[in-house]
């Protein structure tokens, strides 16, 4: 095989939000596998800077605003995957999503909410089947993770099967300012837990089970309650459930309740350095026996955009059936896991 035939044969990845923070870590896993990615945006100089800080002096620019559908078709023409890196999918992520099936791309994201993902899952499902393309949403340090983990571990105990998912950090540091963002816009459904899964439908309102977690290096048990995590919307198309809920802190959650805009304003556009976590997957079988899943990871941030390129990379390949899939619906939910342990990000299941 020639260079110019290995060339042709790489996937082409555009990428919208490039000059973020995660933006960066997006930019930065492409060009250490040797892709030239194509950066769309609203301002070139910017995403010219981005492409430049990422040793990507090669990357195609391509200016398209959110509002202009025409200009974001023509900017993902010719990909094979759409990355898009946004805060706040609820408010603005839909423009990209269409605009990717719209040019015959494949699809991913980093959002992290439920009222987002149940729209692409609902809505967008069939129309990316019928254009031949493949939408996996969510793929973030908790989401692909946790939706993978219960795959797995869902699978080793007598189903239908309870599982709880968890995120914890490690080491208490303060996300971004664009995370801030997106829980500002959808605050009173973070507040008030969103959407869990039981007897064969989603529902909203409190639970009264699990409410006390022992998490991994603790030898108490810590309070939670009833949380919004997107996988709770995907682990039951692939996985023999009765109960997905998402539970976190009680004390974080006491946080996010004075949560204002103002407060948004008064953050720092990068998070802290450390930010250290465990994804926390406990799965229940109907005959008692009890396993954990677990994903110890280096960085929420770092992570989640090195597992959103490993997806884009996985779907521009062209195996995965067309439509809006969960991860482990379009992914080796082992193989893909273990890909990432290069990166220091390891993951385990135990019984209990």
């Given amino acids: 095989m020639t260079n110019s035939e290995a060339q042709r044969k790489q996937p082409v ?74 805060p706040a999918y609820v408010e603005i992520g839909e423009p990209i999503l269409a605009a990717a099936i719209d040019a015959g791309a494949h699809y991913t994201d980093i959002s992290g909410e439920q009222l987002f993902l149940r729209r692409v899952l609902d809505e967008y499902g069939t129309r990316a089947e019928n254009a031949g393309v493949t939408v996996v949403s969510g793929i973030t340090d908790s989401n692909l993770s946790g939706d993978l983990l219960a795959h797995l571990a869902t699978r080793r105990v007598t189903g239908p099967a309870e599982v709880i998912l968890s995120h914890l950090s490690r080491s208490g540091g303060n996300g971004s300012k664009g995370s801030a963002k997106t829980i500002l816009a959808s605050l009173d459904w973070f507040l008030s837990g969103g959407w869990h899964y039981e007897g064969g439908e989603f529902r909203t309102g409190p639970v009264a089970r699990y409410t006390e977690i022992t998490f991994p290096d603790s030898t108490t048990p810590t309070q939670v309650a009833k949380f919004a995590q997107p996988p709770v919307l995907t682990i039951p198309r692939h996985s023999d459930v009765s109960y997905v809920a998402g539970a976190l802190d009680v004390e974080i959650l006491g946080h996010l309740s004075g949560f204002t805009p103002a407060a948004l304003d008064d953050m720092p556009d990068a998070p802290d350095a450390d930010l250290r976590y465990y994804l926390v997957a406990d799965v229940f079988g109907v005959d008692g026996g009890v396993v954990r899943g677990l994903v110890s990871g280096v960085d929420s941030y770092r992570d989640s955009a090195l597992m959103a390129v490993e997806a884009a990379v996985r779907l521009a390949d062209g195996t995965a059936k067309p439509g809006a899939l969960a991860p482990a619906e379009a992914f080796d939910a082992e193989d893909f896991l273990n890909s990432l342990a290069p990166h220091g990000i390891t993951w385990q299941i135990t019984p209990q």
């Fill in 13 to 86: 990845i555009a990428v919208y939000g490039a000059n973020g923070h995660t933006g960066g870590y997006l930019l930065t896993d492409l060009h250490r596998r040797g892709l030239t990615p194509i950066l769309v945006g609203r301002n070139a100089d910017r995403l010219r800077a981005a492409a430049d800080a990422a040793g990507l002096p090669d990357a195609v620019i391509r200016v398209a605003d959110l509002n202009d559908r025409a200009a974001l078709i023509a900017a993902f023409r010719g990909a094979d995957v759409v990355i898009s890196s946004l």
